[in-house]
């Protein structure tokens, strides 16, 4: 596998550790006119490390961040632990979907809200992906083409994701899979 999305690395360790199954996104500033799409089924995920990601996260997140900041090591490398695959996704235009996704994830409230309303279109993404563990972690330098404020990315290296494990089993996944299928939106895709 080739294909990344870069996340904030507190968001990729909920999502590794099982923690949420959510990622939001409303688009990166390098993705044109159209803005933020599900290019990819499956893909790998690419923690990245925002300066300001701690602040915008709940407190149990915060604190998290805190354990797992001293063990980011090199800034020029990136570790890649986990993959994932889109099981379901929703464009949310709603002001009530956002509410209803309190539990879910760990951005904090007036953060997804600042989201939503940003740029021309009022909307945020919700993705509901199954996380596997890679069966080995991978580390790799960060290139050049990997910067800028964009979602996906290509490494220059594949990555054998055979032997990888969901981190959540069947039961647990389905049963968030269905609360955030009660999240009401006009449009609806599975992947």
């Known amino acids: ?75 020029q490398r990136v570790r890649l632990a986990f993959c994932a695959e889109v099981v379901e996704w929703r464009r949310l235009d709603l002001p009530v979907a956002l509410e209803r996704l309190r539990g879910q994830h760990i951005w904090r409230e007036d953060v997804i809200a600042e989201r939503f309303d940003w740029g021309r279109d009022k909307n945020i993404f919700a993705l509901a992906v199954r996380v596997s563990r890679l069966p080995r972690v991978v580390e790799l330098p960060v ?35 269905n609360q955030f299928r009660a999240v009401p939106a006009p449009q609806i895709a599975a992947a």
């Open 1 to 75: 596998m080739r294909h990344a999305f870069k996340e904030w690395a507190v968001v990729v360790d909920a999502l590794g550790r099982g923690g949420q199954i959510l990622i939001l996104r409303k688009g990166g500033i390098s993705e044109g006119q159209g803005g933020f799409r599900v290019e990819q089924p499956r893909f790998l995920l690419f923690p990245t490390l925002f300066h300001q990601q701690r602040e915008r996260v709940i407190p149990s997140a915060q604190r998290r961040y805190d354990e797992i900041s001293t063990g980011f090591g090199d800034p």
């Open 143 to 177: 290139l050049p083409e990997y910067g800028g404020c964009k979602s996906w990315i290509e490494l220059a290296t594949e990555v054998d994701t055979s032997g990888s494990a969901p981190v959540l089993g069947g039961a647990e996944f389905e049963a968030r899979l």
